[in-house]
């Protein structure tokens, strides 16, 4: 592969997918990008891996290879996977109640909450029924404990409802009464460390001066004070509390563990762990198959459009934005981001930004890049 620096790109990209890197440079010419990553591997080979543009609003600071940033929900994709290693050593039963693993779970109708029940969106704990503010987020125990209180929102397998925010302390939780660790500390002793792959939840200070800043776009803004946008599952799954940028860039933020929000990465290290996941036989195939396998399908209530889930949380299918295999599997990032592994053809494709867009699913920046990547692939 050949190093380039067209302008603001730099990276590497071989001659045969400049398409690509021409798309990248055109989003980040226009209004819709400050700063960005992309990066694709096939089989542990990187095929492409590039990044430009500024981590500042004010556009001084250069994105740099490094650069890290908050990718939201995104994070779920690597979270699954956390949950698919316990499942291949035997540690969790998808079929087991949550509260076999977490006592304290079972009370108020939700002992009979199967593994996979909630985690495929599908428990009724999507949201919390206590008003509670950012700064809870930093709580863990008491985040979690009004969690074990509450009654859930609709019966078990009754409706599917993803869980924007809570199912990282759900989740989290239970990989702390399974593994004795925080998600945090598994997360970097399972995938992080052993794939020298810089991905946080819970960054260390000595990470924060390359963390990008998000930014809001008038899109985003205007997508969350459209009052079609607003009903009684946005109220409360995601606007109790609300996202704000000017939390999300604090250093309280970026060092708390808020494991459906604040993951830290970047488009290659994403890639790096995806296509370890796919390739590397880090589990067997049949708990690959069976996790990466579709659980539930339908309108969700809270996403507004039809949903595939996995029996651990991963997004299937995921549309063009997902390539072109109905097997691949990931999840996409409020604002943006997105990442995901397409088995068909061995390949996984991580995409990074800084500037938050209102769209949930299917942002076009992310989508043009992986339609060429695909286009490129062909030819």
């Not at 830290?264 to 990466?292: Q, R």
Request: with cysteine; glycine share 8%; hydrophobic share 35%.
């Amino acid at each position: 592969m050949n190093t380039m620096s067209i302008r603001e790109i730099k990276g590497f990209c071989p001659v045969g997918f400049k398409n690509v890197s021409n798309k990248f440079l055109e989003n980040l010419k226009s209004e819709d990008e400050i700063g960005a990553s992309y990066t694709v591997i096939r089989d542990g080979k990187i095929l492409i891996d590039i990044h430009g543009g500024f981590r500042d609003k004010e556009k001084i600071l250069p994105w740099e290879a490094d650069t890290l940033v908050g990718v939201h929900s995104t994070g779920k994709g690597i979270i699954s996977m956390l949950i698919s290693l316990l499942i291949d050593k035997g540690q969790l039963d998808l079929d087991e109640t949550v509260s076999n693993y977490w006592p304290e779970f079972s009370g108020n109708e939700k002992e009979h909450i199967k593994v996979r029940t909630l985690l495929s969106h599908q428990a009724g704990m999507y949201a919390w029924r206590d008003k509670i503010n950012e700064e809870d987020f930093y709580k863990w125990d008491y985040i979690v404990q009004l969690l074990e209180k509450q009654n859930p929102f609709h019966k078990p397998n009754e409706f599917i409802c993803y869980h924007p925010k809570t199912i990282g302390f759900l989740i989290g939780q239970l990989i702390k009464k399974i593994t004795k660790k925080t998600i945090g500390q598994f997360l970097q002793e399972q995938l992080a460390l052993p794939l020298d792959a810089d991905c946080f939840i819970g960054t260390p200070e000595v990470y924060h001066d390359n963390i990008a800043d998000l930014i809001s776009s008038p899109s985003l803004r205007k997508a969350f004070s459209d009052p079609s946008n607003i009903d009684e599952y946005t109220m409360v799954s995601f606007l109790n509390p609300g996202n704000r940028t000017k939390t999300a860039n604090t250093k309280e933020y970026r060092l708390a563990e808020i494991p459906a929000l604040n993951c830290h990465s970047n488009s290659k290290s994403l890639a790096k762990i995806y296509d370890y996941f796919l390739n590397s036989g880090c589990i067997s195939e049949d708990t690959f198959n069976k996790v990466t396998s579709v659980e539930v399908k339908g309108d969700d209530q809270v996403m507004k459009q039809p949903m595939q889930w996995s029996p651990v949380g991963f997004s299937i299918g995921g549309g063009k934005l997902f390539g072109k295999s109905s097997r691949s599997f990931g999840h996409t990032g409020w604002g943006g981001s997105m990442a995901f592994s397409d088995p068909d053809n061995k390949i996984s494709i991580a995409y990074t930004m800084n500037l938050l867009t209102g769209s949930m699913l299917g942002d076009q920046r992310a989508l043009k890049l992986v339609e060429e990547t695909y286009n490129c692939l062909q030819n």
